[in-house]
């Protein structure tokens, strides 16, 4: 019994070995397999993390803004990824009545689904996506202005310095964007975003003109909206092979 | 079925962001801020009917510039948010070759901030509102009377003067 086991064996490695061999002959490249009128290729799952370029951009031109990004998602299935930002951001509010500077870090969780039917190979994206997003943070209220009708007393500026801490505020984002993929394992990609706070902590007296995250807020609606731009990486954990049909 | 999905979320990112692109950073007009105070005028001798001013400066006892006002018997004059008293002179008839006849008022009060938005800031409504002649002797204000303790707003008037 053990002899007939080991002549399978021996025989369907022998057969698999030639097979081997035959499929190497074919495949001109690593990726493209054409057998017939199918053609296989190797699909890229894995983890792409990205660093935001707008908000560094930021950084470096605007004075009163200093933001950082990185973002990441995973290929969860086919056209959806598990998606996620991370970032940390200093505004200041530095207008005639109001100085004030809002400071703090945020975290945004969803998916993002593929709506682009790719080209054999390729690896684009065209997708939206939505979040759940968290910011935690602090304004410092500088400085302001009693707000006259008319000049008869000069401007009664209060130089206040008066900080609110451990603010938090939540909302849900909608997203659209692509991503191209450039070189290697490198993307670039563009998206804005559209966003309805849900809950925002109530500061006396006062009000958050800025949630990291959320951006600037307004003071008649709970609409924000924001872009962003962003080179990343693909760290490919898996392939799956994926056949499709060829019209000639 | 995708491209539908993808033109309804491109078409709904435009509405939304024109919306919310609404210019708040000037401060609207319509905006109640730091109220003035308004003083009615009214004739002594007869203190049911309105009485108009005639060339009336006033002016606040540390500045050199005045406020005038003529043909009215309303006035509205602004009160310092730095500080709990605000001392004006109110000289009548100012147009007259003797100068017209002087008072001065000493308006006392607390002052509350409130915040109204990003493009004004802040604003001050004044609370326990007093007025007094800082002279007992009548010059030609025969009387003064507080009608609203806090000044909130523009549309009332705050302090009735007869003379």
New interface residues.
């Given amino acids: 019994m053990n002899l007939k086991l080991t002549y399978t064996f021996f025989i369907s490695c022998t057969i698999l070995y030639f097979g081997m061999q035959s499929y190497a002959q074919e495949s001109s490249t690593d990726d493209y397999v054409q057998v017939s009128d199918s053609i296989f290729f190797k699909d890229k799952y894995g983890l792409n993390i990205g660093l935001d370029l707008s908000r560094i951009g930021q950084s470096f031109l605007d004075s009163d803004y200093q933001g950082l990004e990185i973002s990441a998602d995973y290929r969860y299935s086919e056209n959806l990824y598990i998606a996620g930002e991370l970032g940390n951001e200093t505004s200041t ?1 530095n ?4 100085i004030n500077k809002t400071d703090g870090s945020y975290i945004k969780l969803g998916v993002n689904y593929n ?1 682009y039917d790719n080209w054999i190979g390729m690896q684009n994206l ?1 997708y ?1 996506g939505v979040r759940y997003g968290f910011a935690n943070y602090s304004q410092n209220l500088q400085s ?7 000049d ?2 000069p401007s ?1 500026i ?1 130089e206040v310095d008066a900080s609110f801490s451990n603010l938090t505020a939540s909302w849900i984002e ?1 997203q ?1 964007g692509l991503r191209v993929n450039i070189f290697g394992n490198f993307y670039l990609g563009a998206h ?1 975003q ?1 966003k309805n706070m849900i809950s925002v902590s109530e500061i006396n ?3 958050n ?1 800025y949630v990291p995250g959320f951006r600037r807020t ?4 709970n ?3 924001g872009w962003g731009y962003s080179i990343s990486y693909l760290i490919p954990i898996y392939s799956k092979t994926k056949t499709q049909a060829v019209d000639n | 079925m ?1 491209k539908g ?2 033109y309804g ?2 078409s ?2 435009l509405a ?2 024109m ?4 210019r ?2 000037i ?1 609207a007009e319509a905006i109640a ?2 109220p ?1 105070l308004v003083i009615e005028f009214f004739d002594a001798n007869n203190p049911e009917r309105n009485k108009n001013v005639n060339s009336l400066l006033v002016r ?1 006892i540390e ?1 050199d ?1 005045t ?1 005038g006002f003529t043909s009215t018997s309303t006035i509205a ?2 009160l ?3 500080a709990i008293e605000t001392r004006y002179i109110f000289n009548i008839n100012s147009q007259s070759e003797s100068g017209g006849l002087i008072d001065t008022l000493n308006f006392s009060y607390a002052t509350v ?12 409504d004044f609370i326990d509102f007093r007025a007094r002649k800082e002279t007992d002797d009548i010059n030609w204000i025969k009387d003064i009377q507080v009608r609203e303790t806090t000044i909130d707003n523009e549309f009332e008037t705050h302090l009735y003067l007869f003379y």
Avoid at chain 1, 95 to 98: D, H, L, S, T, V
Avoid at chain 1, 144 to 150: A, L, N, P, V
Avoid at chain 1, 218 to 221: A, I, L, P, T, V
């Fill in positions: 509010y207008e005639e009545n109001i709506v065209i939206i302001y202005r009693i707000y006259t009708t008319d008869y007393f009664d209060r909608l659209a804005v559209l007296n006062f009000d003109l307004f003071d008649n609606s609409i924000g909206a | 995708k999905l993808v979320v491109i709904a990112f939304l962001s919306y919310s692109c609404e708040d950073d401060c801020t730091t003035k606040e500045k510039s406020l004059i602004p310092k948010t730095n901030e409130t915040y109204l938005n990003r493009a004004c800031g802040y604003k001050v």
